[in-house]
T-cell receptor, first 114, second 114 residues
Framework: AQSVTQLDSHVSVSEGTPVLLRCNYS??????LFWYVQHPNKGLQLLLK??????LVKGINGFEAEFKKSETSFHLTKPSAHMSDAAEYFC????????????FGAGTRLFVKA | DTGVSQDPRHKITKRGQNVTFRCDPI?????LYWYRQTLGQGPEFLTY????????KSRLLSDRFSAERPKGSFSTLEIQRTEQGDSAMYLC????????????FGPGTRLTVL
């Protein structure tokens, strides 16, 4: 069965500094991995996805993530945080073993200080 | 608007009452998913449909919950004899096909059981 662990429930950074949100996954098959963002009172929005193509995936708003099979990780990064990045971020795994249903991590709340 | 829509956006009910939520997916998306999200948690998978067929149900989905997608388009989620523990955001998502494709989420229906 697949699973996903987000290693930090809260991350706080200063505006203009790098962002790192950590995610580890477990999957018996070749997984698809996603990062979604949820702003307060707004719907979930896809940031980026990995589907067995390039291991370094670029997403919207300057975010990117690297798939590392040996480490079973899919960490989300951004070189320079902006105030508008403050939100909840979810790492998601999906594989054929689960009938392609998606499993969400518990989420990481990102705080950005001025 | 061609996104996923959900109705109602908010529902307040008394314990023991039945409630029904509706989800209209993006046109021609054959997969439709239901999730439940409680405060501070990631969305938890409830069930999904491939066209009109309900392919999987989570153990979270007690016998008080039922979902339908009769014509393979819109879906309904009914909760019978609601309990206070049912209070949550109920999210619907759709995708064009299972493998490696993102899910497009609706805004959710927030249920409060008094």
């Amino acid at each position: 069965a697949q699973s996903v662990t987000q290693l930090d429930s809260h991350v706080s950074v200063s505006e203009g500094t790098p962002v790192l949100l950590r995610c580890n996954y477990s999957s018996s098959y070749s997984p698809s991995l996603f990062w979604y963002v949820q702003h307060p009172n707004k719907g979930l929005q896809l940031l980026l996805k990995y589907t067995s193509a390039a291991t370094l995936v670029k997403g919207i708003n300057g975010f990117e993530a690297e798939f590392k099979k040996s480490e079973t990780s899919f960490h989300l990064t951004k070189p320079s945080a902006h105030m508008s990045d403050a939100a909840e971020y979810f790492c998601v795994v999906s594989d054929q073993g689960g009938g392609f249903k998606t499993i969400f991590g518990a989420g990481t709340r990102l705080f950005v200080k001025a | 608007d061609t996104g996923v829509s959900q109705d109602p956006r908010h529902k307040i009910t008394k314990r023991g009452q039945n409630v029904t939520f509706r989800c209209d997916p993006i046109s021609e998306h054959n997969r439709l998913y239901w999730y439940r999200q409680t405060l501070g948690q990631g969305p938890e998978f409830l069930t999904y449909f491939q066209n009109e067929a309900q392919l999987e149900k989570s153990r979270l989905l007690s016998d008080r919950f039922s979902a339908e997608r009769p014509k393979g388009s819109f879906s309904t989620l009914e909760i019978q004899r609601t309990e206070q523990g049912d209070s949550a955001m109920y999210l619907c998502a759709s995708s064009p096909d299972p493998k490696g494709n993102q899910q497009f989420f609706g805004p959710g229906t927030r249920l409060t059981v008094l």
